[in-house]
């Protein structure tokens, strides 16, 4: 027998009948804009249902167990690994109307739909004085509930921690339709199991998230920026070290391999840099003299160890153009190259300049090329791996294994941010042991007993 009822126009009957026919859309260009997400992917669903509130979800997936039809939940499509895709077809849950925000500067707590984008919370946030400081790449897209679902982080966790260290409580609904409020809206809280947090990064596998509880902290009252170029990326990494080891904690540290380097070196007024030069965005924060006296602090530090050229913002408008060097990287790779395959594996920060100086060895075994940026300060690497076509899909396979098992073996992890989705679950082998496996299948289960929600992701294993 299948696994899932297709939706016949009965069955669509039943779900306008169950949430409203206003929220469920059929069109041609409905279903185009739910296929897609920030992979390669495409999955066409049979319908998109787009509520306005946790009881039209609980509704759907009621029915949905009754019916045995799959619900895929979706934010804006800013992932890269697929977990927003409808791998089954049946349903997507698009939950971007569910955009509720309310600030309590009282009580530096923030309550959000899943469809608030990130942006907009920093951005009410700051009208009182406040800073939510989870800063995905996408966050003038990606919205809280997608940030909530893969524990999203960005260049601020170095300092400030990853979306799960800001989220107190939610409201969720699970995937047989009870709706649950776990956590709390209070800094304290040991009730219970741990709800909310085996709900943030389940990637909406375990429950729909339809409210979040989110902390808040005073806002930073200055911010100061510099890059910083090296001759080596091992003398910057050094230089990471350094600053840590100097008791400074930067609010951002990011960089840029040689190749990154020389793909955006002509957005920076350096002319000629040596081949193997690799760069610093570094950033600090707090008061004025708290800033300051940090970013002298790491500017010593650059020098001790090395730097070529310390560039500093003097301005918001500077700070701006610094960091859009460090966006390019991304769009310039993707547009270089027919074939694009983003990882972003985790390593200790002793081994980030090791690992990446390996790479041209797996390079010339697998015939690819890799760019190595990211997260400095927390060891979080992306590997963008390229190939000039898709010819070359099988090698670029065989090399993406050998490069995690690396990262492995280096006391590494595979994933830091994006998740596991459908593009990585056939490497979860490489990390999770069969009991870690079993375990967390087992509590997919238990909650899921129909696997109705957001099947072929993470544990299950069989998209069609």
């Known amino acids: 027998m299948p696994r899932f009822s297709p939706l016949t126009p009965a069955l669509l009957d039943e779900i306008r009948a169950a949430v409203g026919g ?25 319908a998109v249902v787009r509520p306005a509130s946790a009881e039209q979800v ?31 077809g049946g349903v997507v849950l698009d939950l971007s109307a569910m955009d509720e925000l309310t600030v309590e500067p009282a009580n530096l707590l923030a309550v959000a739909g899943p469809g608030v984008l990130t942006h ?30 893969t524990n999203a982080g960005g260049p601020a966790c170095v300092k400030y921690g990853v979306t799960k260290n800001y989220v107190l409580g939610l409201t969720a609904v699970l995937p047989t339709g ?37 902390k808040l902290i005073p806002l930073p009252r200055a911010v100061r920026t510099q890059v910083a170029v090296f001759p080596s990326l091992d003398k910057a990494v050094a230089g990471v070290a350094a600053i840590m080891a100097g008791g400074c904690c930067p609010s951002a ?3 840029l391999d040689p190749r990154c380097l020389a793909l955006v ?86 081994e980030i300049a090791g690992f990446v ?35 070359t899909l099988d090698r670029v396979e065989a090399g993406t294994i050998a490069l995690l098992k690396r990262v492995l073996e280096l006391g590494g992890t595979m994933s830091g941010e994006h998740g596991i989705g459908f593009t990585k679950q056939r490497f979860l082998g490489l990390e999770l042991s069969p ?17 109705i929600l957001n099947p072929g992701k993470l544990f299950d294993e069989d998209p069609a």
């Open 357 to 391: 100086a390996e790479l041209p060895r797996y390079e010339k075994k697998f015939g690819f090329t890799v760019y190595a940026f990211g997260h400095a300060g927390d060891g979080n690497i992306h590997l963008n791996i390229t190939a000039p076509d898709r010819s």
């Open 58 to 88: 609980s509704a759907l997936l009621r029915l949905a167990n009754a019916r045995r039809f799959p619900v895929t939940p979706r934010g804006t499509g800013t992932g890269l690994a697929g977990g927003a895709l409808a791998f089954h």
């Open 265 to 350: 070196g002509d957005l920076l007024p350096f002319g000629d840099l040596p081949r193997d030069a690799s760069l610093l965005l570094l950033e600090t924060d707090g008061s004025e003299q708290a800033a300051d006296a940090d970013m002298a602090l790491v500017s010593e530090v650059c020098k001790k160890s090395g730097a070529l050229h310390l560039l500093p913002a003097t301005g918001p408008a500077e700070r701006e153009t610094l960091w859009n060097v460090r966006r390019q990287v991304s769009l310039r790779i993707h547009d270089a190259w027919p074939v694009y395959v983003p990882e972003d594996v985790v390593l200790p920060l002793a």
């Open 178 to 214: 009870e709706i649950v409020t776990c956590g709390t809206r209070t800094r304290k809280g040991v009730v219970g199991y741990d709800l909310t947090q085996l709900l943030v990064g389940s990637e909406g596998t375990l429950g729909v998230i339809t409210t979040l509880f989110l």
């Open 435 to 451: 009991a870690s496996r079993c375990a967390q299948t087992a509590i997919k289960k238990a909650l899921d007993p129909n696997g």
């Open 22 to 46: 206003s929220a469920v859309l059929t069109t041609a260009a409905d279903l185009d804009a739910a296929s897609a997400d920030a992979t390669t992917e495409r999955r066409r669903p049979e």
């Open 120 to 149: 907009t919370l920093r951005s009410e946030a700051e009208k009182h004085g406040l800073f939510y400081p989870p800063d995905p790449a996408s966050l003038k897209d990606s919205t809280l509930g997608g940030n909530a679902a």
């Open 253 to 255: 540290c990011e960089f």
